[in-house]
């Protein structure tokens, strides 16, 4: 039996090193020739890399979360049958580094590299259609019997949020739902008993006596990987809080008009097989007011020390997943049509949601819209998408007093909070920025005009 080193592989556009994802295997176990190996997720996208030998998984030479370089040896694959593959003949040929040994092999290990398949970043916490026909891990439980555990289980936020609320611990509900998903009865069947969880079990404890052993149990941690889509939010949001120099600026927006307007144009948008929000018509003005206010629509080269000035206008439009929040890029949509503007914009959050995006989708924004929706709360304070000089935060519509022609009556009233970097742009720049928004979207008849 021949031991094959399995190197990570040259994934091209300049890549040179690559986090650990997932393993889909463990030390011992059998893999399939072209059965999924491992999750590597680079700068520019997360691939999934399969095996290129069926055997026994000898070693494995790096944990999740840690990084290896182009080259590396990720794994030791025991190949059955000896290195005869056509896949490691022709790895071996395209590899003429010398052979070398593993301990206690008596014969030259091959290398070789795996096919590769591309996903979106983050699509690693999304269940493929392949990946749902593969058998979820298992592991001993106390008892000796054998039991469902996943340490990555996919489930909606609401499903997550029931499993919380009856101390339900998601990783040992075997799933039942669409795409290897945990479903709503899979948590209630585990609440119920059916297959205790370690959170029904504390649960069932905390109502007997036990002293300090009790107290003990209340304060357990459980802990797992900060890898993948999460960790490179996390940098991307440290780098930009790094490097710029940001300020917030809030002002109120009078929402009726805009109110009326999309009550006034929404049932022939859904004739058109198009749901239109408020959001189209807030990337549409916000284009088209970044035209006035170019400083708003550059970014600072540090290299060079350039401010670059973008004469296009690529809007951003966060998007929460379940991967993590993502920001899909409407290409020209100063040039958009609304109906055209709010099919793009539900066409690309699906697909950030679905991970369905390719690169070229989720970068390139030259400034972007974040929303909350019903949930937008009172105020925020956006954090920019580096290396952007600006980004919108929109925040939910209420009702609250105004003041009227003297008057005070009930209005609609709506804040946004802008987030600038003040190296680029000055305060009253910023706020001629905000006002001008403000002004576009208090007369959204406006902005069509020139396309009657």
Same mark, same amino acid.
């Given at each position: ?72 040896? !990720? ?50 916490? !999304? ?30 936020? #609401? ?10 611990? !998601? ?28 959170? #029904? ?27 993948? +889509? ?54 549409? #003005? ?38 993590? !929040? ?8 100063? $040039? ?9 914009? $539900? ?21 972007? +819209? ?23 935060? +929109? ?33 009253? +720049? ?23």
């Amino acid at each position: 039996m021949a031991a094959l080193e399995f190197k990570l592989p040259d994934i091209g556009e300049g890549v040179s090193e690559g986090e650990i994802v997932r393993w889909h295997v463990t030390e011992g176990d059998e893999v399939a020739e072209d059965a999924p190996l491992v999750e590597v997720m680079t700068d520019k996208a997360t691939v999934v890399i399969d095996s290129p030998v069926g055997g026994r998984v000898a070693r494995l030479a790096f944990a999740v979360g840690e990084t290896a370089r182009v080259g590396d040896v !990720l794994a030791v694959i025991e190949a059955a049958g000896g290195a005869t593959t056509a896949r490691e003949a022709t790895a071996a040929r395209e590899d003429p580094a010398p052979s070398s040994r593993v301990d206690g092999d008596e014969g030259p290990a091959a290398t070789a590299v795996g096919v590769i398949e591309s996903r979106l970043p983050g699509a690693e916490l !999304l269940a493929s259609a392949e990946a749902a026909t593969n058998a979820p891990a298992t592991r001993a439980s106390p008892t000796g019997r054998a039991s469902h555990f996943d340490p990555k289980p996919l489930a909606t936020p #609401a499903v997550r949020a029931l499993a919380r609320e009856r101390g339900v611990d !998601l990783r040992e509900v075997p799933p039942t739902g669409p795409r290897g998903r945990v479903s709503r009865d899979d948590v209630l069947a585990a609440a119920a008993g059916q297959r205790p969880s370690g959170g #029904a079990h504390v649960a069932q404890r905390a109502r007997q006596p036990g002293g300090e052993a009790l107290r003990r149990e209340h304060r357990r941690e459980t802990r797992e990987p900060f890898v993948g +889509v999460r960790r490179k939010i996390a940098e991307r949001m440290a780098e930009a809080t790094r490097t710029a120099a940001q300020f917030t600026f809030v002002e109120e927006l009078d929402a009726e008009p805009l109110m009326r307007l999309r009550e006034h144009l929404a049932a022939g948008a859904q004739a058109r097989g198009v749901k239109l929000t408020y959001l189209p018509f807030i990337v549409k #003005a916000t284009a088209l007011v970044l035209r006035r206010h170019p400083a708003l629509n550059s970014t600072l080269d540090e290299k060079t020390h350039e401010l670059v000035y973008r004469h296009y206008y690529d809007i951003g439009v966060a998007t929460a997943t379940d991967a993590g !929040l993502m920001v899909p890029v409407v290409r020209g949509a100063d $040039e958009l049509g609304l109906l055209a503007l709010a099919a793009e914009i $539900e066409r690309l959050s699906a697909g950030a949601r679905e991970g369905t995006l390719g690169r070229d989708e989720l970068t390139g924004s030259t400034f972007t +819209v974040t929303s909350l929706g019903r949930q937008g709360g009172l105020l925020a304070t956006p954090v920019l998408n580096h290396p952007e000089v600006g980004i919108l935060g +929109v925040h939910r519509i209420r009702a609250r007093p105004v003041v009227r022609d003297g008057a005070i009556v009930v209005g609609q009233v709506g804040l946004l909070s802008l987030t600038f970097d003040h190296r680029v742009v000055d305060g009253h +720049v910023g706020a001629a920025f905000a006002y001008d928004l403000i002004d576009e979207l208090e007369h959204p008849e406006r902005m069509f005009i020139d396309r009657l």
